[in-house]
């Protein structure tokens, strides 16, 4: 194999280059797993960042989408898209590499801005080189065979995520040698290292030759179009309001867990893996449930849910017993998962269904316009406002007064991080303003969405090792260097 597009690709060629993707999906989820997520909060609270630290760290991959823009110009002039998405992807993994000498050869008070620089560039390369990669696997893959080739990217995917962030929490809870650094070392260089066998396996999957594109047109008038279509600019404001209100608290749940609840990274990755397998266990159903009946009626339910266990965190006893504790916290977390797998499949399905066909690429990258930018301000915010609210309380009494005693119960009572996860659950209540505002067909009500995803539970109980569908993201800004084929080919004479 080599970095140049090749002219013509077999059956031979294609299948190996499909079974190095599903490797590279495997390496890939490993590399973010122990270099990412939960990992990075606490090492970076290890080196002591405040809320606004790490609102920071939780923007950057959103901010840093916007390097796609540009790119798409580099990869339609250079027609190259291996040659420019495996080497940016190198140096991006050679800098997580670097990572593991960070607290070695540092000074104390450097690391931890070096630690968000480096993020920052290692979000930056790896979003320019997605913007290639994308292009590249989109036109390689029949798209008939998309649904199976991906479910099994994602099983492996989930499944090495999940055992490399419980690995990851034991190691920092029993390090090496007693010292957390050498553990966190270790994860940035085996995420390094993960991360070159990623480039390898990328490197031999086979790219085809680039279609010639049409007339060009302006960025700028391809994506004014969505936002003046009334129906699909409910669906943006939608996803706007959905990632500006869920993000304005995600990054900082680990941190609330470790810090104000006084868990140890172990029992964290285990709940973020409890969340993480119920999302992919009911994916399955929430594509059936929508197949259906309709897509915004899922997120008439699952966004109800998802801000509920959101303000439940709120209510959380912290004086009660270790035992009551987890059990409330790990419901929430599988609730919160369940919630997740269905706004994200639904609202993937929409951004498709509501998106014209002759404009579909524009459609679908304003949505990732929005979510990014949406997804860059929350936790920029929420830092903000962590920080702010740290020196703050809010306490109800109730008083109960009688001649002969006189009691007191504090019937409410927030303080810190709990004002983040309070005001998250009010933006919620726009979001599902948001969402009634959408026109996709005739109306459900959510008690049948709620009995059919009962049906689908009761068919699944002797299914529970499968997992199927696909959780959609941001829609990545890349396919606009595909904006003109369509175009091209209905000005091509018969």
Not at 15 to 21: S, V
Not at 228 to 254: E, I, Y
Not at 285 to 292: I, P, Y
Request: hydrophobic share 50%; charged share 15%; glycine share 10%.
């Amino acid at each position: 194999m080599s970095l140049n597009p090749s002219p013509r690709i077999d059956a031979a060629e294609l299948q190996i280059g499909k079974t190095a993707l599903v490797s590279d999906a495997a390496w890939a989820s490993m590399t973010g797993a122990l270099s990412g997520g939960v990992v990075l909060v606490a090492f970076a609270l290890e080196l002591g960042a405040g809320p606004r630290a790490i609102g920071l760290l939780g923007a950057i991959p959103f901010i840093a989408q916007a390097a796609q823009l540009p790119t798409i110009f580099v990869v339609e002039r250079w027609r190259a898209r291996k040659l420019i998405g495996i080497p940016t992807l190198i140096v991006a993994r050679l800098l997580i590499l670097l990572l593991a000498l960070l607290p070695m050869l540092l000074p104390v008070e450097a690391r931890l801005a070096s630690l968000i620089a480096a993020q920052a560039a290692i979000a930056i390369l790896g979003s320019v080189a997605a913007c290639a990669i994308n292009s590249w696997f989109h036109q390689l893959l029949p798209p008939a065979e998309l649904g199976a080739f991906f479910s099994k990217r994602l099983l492996w995917a989930t499944g090495v995520a999940c055992v490399c962030t419980l690995g990851a929490g034991a190691l920092v809870e029993h390090p090496p040698y007693g010292d957390r650094m050498l553990a966190f070392a270790i994860f940035f260089g085996a995420a390094g290292v993960a991360g070159m066998m990623s480039s390898y396996c990328l490197w031999r999957c086979p790219e085809p030759v680039m279609e010639q594109g049409g007339p060009a047109r302006r960025l700028r008038d391809q994506l004014k179009a969505p936002f003046t279509d009334r129906n699909f600019r409910g669906l943006l404001l939608t996803l706007g309001s959905w990632n500006l209100a869920s993000n304005l608290v995600a990054p900082f749940l680990a941190v609330y867990l470790i810090r104000q609840l006084g868990y140890g990274l172990g029992t964290v990755t285990t709940l973020w893996v409890a969340s993480q397998l119920s999302n992919a266990a009911t994916l399955l159903s929430w594509g059936r449930v929508s197949d259906r009946l309709s897509n915004k009626s899922i997120l008439a339910v699952a966004v109800p849910l998802y801000f509920a266990c959101t303000l439940g965190l709120v209510f959380v006893p912290t004086e009660s017993p270790r035992g009551v504790q987890m059990a409330l916290l790990t419901l929430l977390h599988v609730l919160m998962g369940v919630a997740g797998g269905g706004i994200g499949l639904a609202t993937g399905n929409l951004g498709m269904k509501l998106a014209p066909r002759d404009h579909g690429t524009a459609y679908l990258a304003a949505i990732g316009l929005v979510g990014a930018v949406a997804g860059g301000v929350a936790p920029l915010a929420g830092g903000a406002l962590a920080q702010w609210f740290s020196e703050r309380k809010l306490s109800l009494v109730v008083r109960w007064v009688s001649p002969y005693d006189v009691n007191e119960v504090s019937a409410l009572n927030f303080q810190h991080w709990e004002f983040l996860f309070a005001i998250s659950a009010l933006l919620g209540l726009y979001v599902m303003h948001a969402v009634s505002r959408i026109r996709e067909g005739p109306e459900v009500s959510e008690r049948l969405v709620i009995r059919e995803m009962g049906l689908e539970a009761l068919r699944t109980v002797n299914q529970l090792s499968s997992v199927g569908g696909v959780l959609g993201s941001l829609f990545p800004f890349g396919r606009l260097s595909e904006r003109r084929r369509s175009a091209r080919s209905q000005q091509t004479p018969p």
